[in-house]
């Protein structure tokens, strides 16, 4: 049995997450300006399901702050009870990098261009996620109350989430997001490239972007089959701050199951044209290689 490690404060100095131990978030952990987060091979990080009050966004997450580092090789990131037992439920804050790219803000994380730190720097060859994020506060019975005695109605949380990061802050080759309380991968005002990217039936959307650019170089595989869940997109674009584009290159591998989504457009000469009008709820499906690049975009629609 695998040692355990309570982490519940910010890491403030640089350290290393060893194999042969599991490693516990609890409560709202960030890893600090100009400190160095390596992780060996292999090592699962859990982050525990409930309210935390003390948080900012009332659950446990794990915030990669503006100029920070991670240096991983295969690194998964699990939800789980108050007995440090993983468990097949999403109810946390979720895994958080931010950038020093552009200003960038969402369920109470904001980030600032501050030129005086650093650049991010996260590294790693492969990060999987499972059960992450929160469901709508209105849906779960611990919704928090305000001085009226209401609940208060926050968004929900997304199970991994990129705030204001550049390319040349980013060097996560691969992103898997499986079973996501909300969404599954948001990017927000941010430019980062991926060899590989797969996501599994999350709550709510595959790929939420808002004003970014994402490059996918060798494999995209979104799988959205239908659930009683409405409005729940493989792709859903926000262009507050600008233009979302998700570039699609030649020879990617692209698996699609799910509603493609509202106002998107997709370029391209291999994949079918979707429907993607308001309210649409039509299944669309595609697999295979691209023998050309393709793009799938909003410039003005959200």
């Not at 996620?129 to 919704?143: K, N, S, V």
């Not at 000469?269 to 793009?295: C, H, I």
Request: aromatic share 8%; glycine share 6%.
């Amino acid at each position: 049995m695998k040692l355990i490690e309570v982490i519940n404060k910010d890491i403030k100095r640089s350290r290393t997450l060893k194999a042969g131990k599991t490693y516990v978030i609890q409560g709202e952990v960030r890893v600090a300006k100009s400190v160095k987060l390596t992780v060996q091979d292999k090592v699962t990080i859990l982050i525990v399901n409930g309210v935390n009050k003390k948080s900012s966004i009332w659950r446990s997450a794990l915030i990669f702050e503006q100029g920070s580092s991670l240096i991983a090789q295969r690194m998964y990131v699990k939800a789980c009870n108050s007995e440090y037992k993983p468990v097949k439920c999403a109810d946390n804050g979720g895994l958080w990098f931010l950038g020093n790219f552009n200003d960038a803000s969402k369920d109470g994380v904001s980030v600032k261009v501050n030129r005086k730190n650093p650049l991010s720097s996260f590294n790693a060859k492969m990060v999987a996620t499972y059960y992450l994020g929160r469901f709508d506060p209105t849906q779960i019975a611990d919704a928090t109350q305000n001085d009226d005695g209401e609940a208060d109605v926050d968004d929900d949380i997304d199970g991994f989430s990129v705030l204001g990061v550049g390319k040349n802050e980013w060097n996560i080759s691969e992103v898997r997001c499986y079973y996501s309380a909300d969404d599954a991968f948001d990017v927000t005002n941010s430019h980062i490239r991926l060899d590989r990217l797969e996501i599994k039936l999350p709550v709510e959307d595959g790929m939420n972007i808002s004003s970014s650019r994402v490059e996918i170089h060798k494999s995209l595989s979104i799988d959205l089959r239908k659930t009683k869940v409405m409005d729940r997109d493989l792709f859903d674009f926000e262009t507050d701050d600008g233009g979302s584009f998700v570039e699609l290159y030649r020879r990617c591998w692209v698996r699609l199951n799910g509603v493609f989504g509202d106002q998107v457009v997709l370029s391209s000469k291999d994949m079918p044209k979707p429907v993607t009008r308001d309210d649409n709820e039509r299944f669309y499906s595609f697999s295979g290689q691209l023998k050309s690049a393709a793009l799938v975009y909003s410039i003005d629609e959200d």
